[in-house]
């Protein structure tokens, strides 16, 4: 069976031989490549996810106020964003099938252009195929020329760079979108996990002067709670987008299993888990990134998030084979397009014990 889309090769697959030669490591795969998360789930979490379980009818796509009143709560607390009212959240089944179907479900194709990072997580682009809309790579305003996009991706903190936008730079993104009637899609998954910056949400006022218009901010408790396995993300921001999707998903019955939202809720409402995670990252990343300089690579941008972005100035697929023949799985900087052609993504998602074993093996030369 063939289908009319055609869509790059899943780029995890090419890692096929390095996962192999990295397996054979005597003292095992340290696997720094997909950014899985390692620690455990946090006890009021699942306390949450267990008090819930029986729940035998649907859930509502909407998903229920407890869950949007307490992301409301924790996107003021947290991150300085006012008075978002809980109507304008829409619960997603993660952020990935939310990113990958969001030009499909705001009705783009062939005739419009999706505008997505330099450097990006690769879902952008294959959401923008999916709905047979043009894709253009662009970072600056200077870069869209006269072009207008019906859907501008924003990354920040950026995966796989780290790289962070200011307040200044997003509000200026934001008010060219909206001199031309584009949507503005933010992907801030990492908002948590800012390093050597503060990451600024697109619906903070000194972004957006406290009006969502066109705008949606994508979330997500992968990372931030190491609730990968539990599939839940939000979409923000503009009343009538909100609405409008959260009509469409009904449809789609795309909804997230009640005693997830119910863990959702709780996870949002504890912030110690959240900076006790952070300080394990943290750990992680210093150790990694003074093994990686030990080694000849220089970290660029990683700033934030979950990665650190390294370059020997030698062909990505060089360096990630020179890392698995000492045990090490990274990621080529070419799945995130021609820009990373040069660099290798390494993700601060191991326990501590691998993550000093990589260091030792780094370092070691």
Not at 69 to 83: Q, T
Not at 132 to 152: F, K, W
Not at 180 to 202: F, H, I, K, N, Q
């Amino acid at each position: 069976m063939t289908t009319s889309v055609r869509l790059p090769d899943f780029p995890w697959d090419q890692l096929d031989d390095a996962r192999r030669v990295a397996g054979a490591h005597p003292d095992g795969i340290v696997d720094l490549s997909i950014g899985t998360p390692v620690d455990i789930v946090p006890a009021p979490v699942r306390a949450a996810l267990a008090d819930a379980s029986n729940s035998p009818g649907y859930p509502a796509v909407h998903g229920t106020a407890q869950l949007r009143r307490a992301y409301s709560g924790w996107l003021a607390r947290a991150h300085g964003v006012p008075d978002l009212d809980p109507e304008n959240v829409l619960p997603t089944v993660g952020s990935k099938e939310f990113i990958a179907s969001l030009p499909s479900q705001l009705g783009l194709g062939p005739d419009d252009l999706v505008v997505i990072p330099e450097i990006a997580y690769p879902t952008y682009e294959v959401g923008a195929l999916v709905a047979g809309c043009r894709v253009l790579r662009s970072d600056s305003l200077h870069g869209m020329g006269t072009e207008r996009p019906a859907l501008l991706w924003l990354n920040s903190p950026s995966n796989p760079t780290g790289r962070v936008r200011s307040a200044e730079n997003l509000a200026k993104m934001v008010a060219w979108a909206r001199a031309r009637g584009c949507v503005v899609a933010s992907d801030e998954c990492y908002l948590d996990l800012g390093w050597e910056s503060t990451p600024v949400s697109v619906l903070h006022p000194d972004v957006c002067g406290g009006d969502h218009t066109g705008l949606l901010a994508v979330h997500s408790l992968s990372k931030r709670s190491n609730l990968a396995g539990y599939r839940a993300g939000f979409a923000s921001g503009d009343p009538d987008l909100v609405a409008e999707l959260t009509g469409l998903r009904r449809h789609l019955g795309a909804m997230v299993p009640a005693p997830i939202q119910a863990a959702a809720a709780a996870a949002l409402g504890d912030d110690g888990h959240v900076l006790a995670q952070r300080n394990r990252y943290a750990a992680r990343r210093r150790v990694l990134q003074g093994a990686l300089e030990d080694a000849g690579f220089t970290v660029s941008y990683s700033e934030a998030g979950l990665y650190l972005w390294c370059t020997r100035d030698e062909p990505a697929m060089t360096s990630v084979d020179r890392l698995a023949e000492r045990g090490v799985l990274v990621a080529p900087g070419t799945f995130y397009g021609p820009g990373g052609a040069r660099h290798v993504r390494v993700a601060l998602t191991a326990t501590d014990e691998r993550v000093a074993g990589a260091a030792r093996r780094l370092s070691a030369g």
